[in-house]
C-alpha cells in the first residue's frame, strides 16, 4: 500500500512511520515543511517539503498524492498561541487544501486525525461515543479549528462518495519522545526542565479528568483503519482517564485544589504579559472535553491499547523531565540555551510566523 502522511515526522507521524515499517509492505510519502534526514527511523520515507499554509502548494500535494491509496492527515499546529491567523491557515486551510489535493489526485481512502478537542463541552463525566456533537469548545483557538476541520470533512461526504473518509479522535497522545515538543509547547523556553522534577504543589481542580492514548497505539489504529477502509468516526483512548490526582502522583507533588476559574485567571494573565506560550482556552478545554467510548474502534477496527493511559501519562512526564527527544525538527531537544538563541535571532515566539 502507498500512504501519504502529511505532519509524518512528528508526534504521533513518527509513530506511524515506525508501525507501517513493522506492518506489511508499504510505500510512505512523507509531506512536512522541514524533511528530516540521516535518521533510521525515518529511511525508506519518500519526503515531499510542503508548507499547507500556503495557498500555492496544491499542486505539490496533489503531485505527492499521485498514486496514493490513502493519505493520512496529522499536520497540525500548536504554537504560536498568539498567532490564530497562522493556526488558522495550517490547521483549518491545510486541512481544506489536503481535502482538494486528495481529490484532485484521486485517492481512495483519506484518514484525517480530529481530536476529542472537536467535540462539544460535556455534561458529565459519562464517556461519550461518536455522535456526540462536534461543535468545538467555543473559548479554545485549538477546538475551533478542530471542530471547523470536520464540518469539512462533512462537506467532502455530502459533495462525493469517495475518496473513503475516516475520523480518528484521539484523546491527548503521549510517548516519551515528544517530550522536548511538548514543553516547547507548554512552558516558555528559558525555563529549564528539571524543575519539572521538583514540584512540590500542583495547583489544580480536582474536577480534572481527561481521555490519553500513547501514540503508538494510536498509530496502529491508523494501520487498522487503512486496512479495513473504515468509513466514519472512531474514539481512541486508553483507560482509565487522568486525573488531577495522576499528574500530581506522577510528578511526586502534593495537589492543592484550586477552582479552574482561578486558574484560568493566573494562565490567561500570564499569556497575555508573554511569560508563557499556553493561552487560556487550553484551560477551558481541558475541563470541558468528554470522557470517550471507544467500543466501536473496539469491534469494527479490532483496536486495543497496549498500553494505558496513567502509563501514557507518566512516560510522558519522564520524557518531558529528562528532555526526550526525536529524529525530527519537530521533536528536536528543547534547551534553554536554544531556546535563548532561537530568542535573539527570531523574537519571542508570540511573535513568530512559526514556532
Known sequence: MRIAITGASGNVGSALVHTLSTHGDHEVVGVVRRPPSGSERFAGVEWHALDLTRAGCEPGLAAAFAGCDAVVHLAWGFQPTHREDYLAE?????TRRVIRAAVSAGVPHLVHMSSVGAYSPKKDDSPVDESWPTRGVTSSTYSRHKAAAERLLDRLEAERSSPV?????????????????????????????????????LP?????????VHADDLAGAVVLALESRARG????????????????????ARL???????????????????????????????????????????????????????????????GMQSGAAGASEVLRERTVGGGLRKFLSDGPVSRRRRA
Open 165 to 201: 473518509v475516516t475520523r480518528l479522535r484521539p484523546g491527548i497522545v503521549g510517548q516519551r519522545s515528544a517530550g522536548s515538543a511538548l514543553l516547547r509547547y507548554g512552558l516558555t523556553s528559558l525555563v529549564p526542565r528539571s524543575l519539572l522534577a521538583h514540584v512540590p504543589l
Open 204 to 212: 489544580l481542580d480536582r474536577r480534572l479528568a481527561i481521555p490519553m
Open 233 to 252: 468516526a472512531f474514539n481512541v483512548a486508553a483507560p482509565p482517564a487522568v486525573t488531577a490526582e495522576d499528574i500530581a502522583r506522577v510528578l511526586h
Open 256 to 318: 492543592v485544589h484550586v477552582p479552574a476559574a482561578a486558574v484560568r485567571v493566573a494562565v490567561s494573565a500570564s499569556w497575555h504579559a508573554r511569560l508563557q506560550p499556553l493561552d487560556a482556552g487550553w484551560i477551558d478545554l481541558a475541563y470541558a472535553v468528554p470522557l470517550m467510548d471507544t467500543s466501536r474502534a473496539v469491534s469494527e477496527l479490532g483496536w486495543s491499547p497496549a498500553t494505558t493511559a496513567s502509563e501514557v501519562l507518566a512516560e510522558t512526564v519522564l
Open 90 to 94: 495550517l490547521g483549518v486551510g491545510g
